[in-house]
């Protein structure tokens, strides 16, 4: 057996369960990761990605150097490999780098840049990076993937509680009574919460009420599973409510207290009846009346939900629909209860949280509240941007439209994550100026002008927030590959020359010694965060924030006594159908999202060992579907939209309803969203990723 030289307690780099690992290092390098046993939120364990999918870190592809594109300036720019980039030094990488932007800058304005910072990087490194947009370059366009995520379950939180985090932690899940998991293909995407979920079940004797289209495996769990037609949520939902309150099984003291707008509420949704919803979603009328009397008869009940509640052009309502559910039923502000929305990446809980949203500062002050700008104006001593900028697909319609010129793309890749690709494409091809700063090479970097090569979590110090809102450390463990550094010295540097050429200096500046210091500022302007430091995560494994003084413990559920907006929000919905439904030309439903073995836009898992599991991209299809095709399991078949066309391997399987495909987002050769469409939610300008219309054909 080897033996470890070193081992380094830190965050997986996955996932926003945010397990605790122990990697184990040995000639510079992480031979094997475990799970130390006493420590939150994991416990001791790990999913397959946390344990045997690290090894990206060492994969020979790691950027090393700078990157500058040999033909630069040349429009329209083309998609490239490796071999359209000549090295360069950090010096000269960086100073055209911040030539290029100021360029813009003096011609458009600030608001002429579009930003994408990443929920991968640490809270330290999306700080500064929003100072940098900001105070430097002069826009609040900046935003993430938690756009094209939760940015629904935001939106509907927002409206009913005044708030958006998840509301419990995960180790109340062991208080659970009766849980409802909707849209959340909870043991592949969040695998260790779910262990927790099945042991509540298995364990304490919970309740599951699973609703998904899919057959995926928390339904072995369920004792209910709500099978509905995808995009249906809002009908199965209201039907739910309407039983609440027809039967009187809601909780009046806690609507007394606690609650607006019951009357107008229960008058909406008199005819929402569950037949009603049955009409529309295919769920037994029956299921929806049983399902109803179990959660609201629970002493405690939590819901929790991912991307099938989300990603929709109605995931606002979708999201008001349940929290609806929890409002009626008092099931908030107690262990065990609350309204869950499963964060997905490692740090996007802490990206939003640091100020990576054209809407807010860190901890959600608002860039449009005169208080908020002159306390960050005071702060960093620069004039702010007073209107909120765009987000991430408003900045594709911008650049569209030639309103933005240049893009900085840090720890993304939106040529594989947004939808309708080959219009992305497009406006790629029309921009002046791409900056990307990442670990590898991407389909994004391919359209850059200059790329800048950052280390990965293991190759540094900072802070990740995981789903529930708990505060961890990364450590440095190995050497950074080459010369590649930090993402915060990058910004740190490229903001310096930026201002230099600009002639504006702000006054705290970008010169910090340790991720620490960086921590330190963002915790000075943000009172929810003012009790933490790098050194108190340190002794106490990590803190929930809001934790507003040092000597406070930190806040492991919300809402004991009151929600942010005062009383919670009933909110009267109508159900709306999807954008693109299936038709005679294109007859079948196109859903697409995630399997357990990769991430994304595949750029860590597939340079992983985890590929050798899942080497090929798929496409669930149901038998009655197959059969009259001639399409047999593992045959290559040809998948076609209105937007474009791509080649999958079948998996002939009943876990997707009939007349209905599921295609995993994680393979650049048959990219999911050259299929999507980008039709998106009025209020939270998410797109709909999970209802599209296809044809299949065998090849
Ligand atoms: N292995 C792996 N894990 C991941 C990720 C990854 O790429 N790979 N990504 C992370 C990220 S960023 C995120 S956001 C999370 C996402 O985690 P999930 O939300 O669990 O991921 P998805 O695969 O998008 O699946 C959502 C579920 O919604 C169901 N669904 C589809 N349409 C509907 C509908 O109309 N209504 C309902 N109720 N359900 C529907 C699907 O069948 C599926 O089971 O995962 C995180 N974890
Ligand atoms: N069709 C379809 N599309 C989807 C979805 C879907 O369900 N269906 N889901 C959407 C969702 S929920 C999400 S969250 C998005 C995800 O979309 P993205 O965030 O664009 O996807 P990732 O592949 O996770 O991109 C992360 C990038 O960060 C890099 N990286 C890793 N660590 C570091 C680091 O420390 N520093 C830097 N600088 N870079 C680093 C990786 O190499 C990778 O290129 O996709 C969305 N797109
Ligand atoms: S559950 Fe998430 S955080 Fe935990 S090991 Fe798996 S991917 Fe990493
Ligand atoms: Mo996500």
Sequence with gaps: MIKSEKIIRSTCPYCGVGCQVDLQIKDEKIFRVDAPFGVAPNFGRLCTKGRFGVDYVHHPSRLTKPLIRKEIGTKPRKAIGMEGFREATWDEALDLAAEKFVGIVRKKGGDAIGSFCSAKATNEDNYLFQKFVRGVIGTNNIDHCARLCHAASVAGLQISLGTSAMSNSIAEMKDLDVFIVAGSNTSETHPVISTFMREAVVKNGAKLIVVDPRQIEMTQFATRWLRQKPGTDVAVFQ??????????????????????????????????????????????????????????????????????????????????????????????????????????????????????????????????????????EGDWGVVLNPEAGLTTMEMVDAAEKGVIRGYYVMGENPMMSEPDLRHARHVMEELDFVLVQDIFMNETAEYADIILPATSFAEKEGTFTNSDRRVQLIREAVPAPGIARNDSDIIADLAQRVEEKLGKKTTAGFEFDSASSIWDEMARLTPPFQGITHARIEQEDGVHWPCPTPDHPGTPYLFADTFPSGKGQLTPLNYRPSQELPDEEYPLLLSTGRVLYHWHGGTMTRRSKLDDIYPDPTVEVHPKDAKPLNIHAGDWIKVRSRRGEIKVKALVTKRSRPGMVFIPIHFAEAAANELTLDARDPQAKIPDYKVAAVVIEAM
């Design 239 to 376: 039907a739910m409510a309407q039983v609440i309150i027809q039967e009187n099984l809601y909780d009046s003291d806690f609507i007394q207290k606690r609650v607006d707008g019951f009357d107008d509420y229960a008058a909406s949704i008199q005819e929402s009846t569950p037949e009603w919803a049955e009409q529309i979603s295919g769920v037994p009328a029956a299921e929806i009346r049983e399902s109803a009397r179990l959660y609201a008869n629970a002493e405690k009940a939590a819901i929790y939900w991912g991307m099938g509640i989300s990603q929709s052009v109605h995931g606002t309502d979708n999201a008001l629909s349940l929290a609806n559910l929890a409002l009626l039923s008092g099931n908030l502000g107690k262990t065990g209860t609350g309204l869950n929305p499963l964060r997905g990446q490692n740090n996007v809980q802490g990206c939003s949280d640091a100020g990576g949203l054209p809407n807010v500062f860190p901890g959600y002050q608002s860039v449009t509240d005169p208080e908020s700008r002159a306390k960050f």
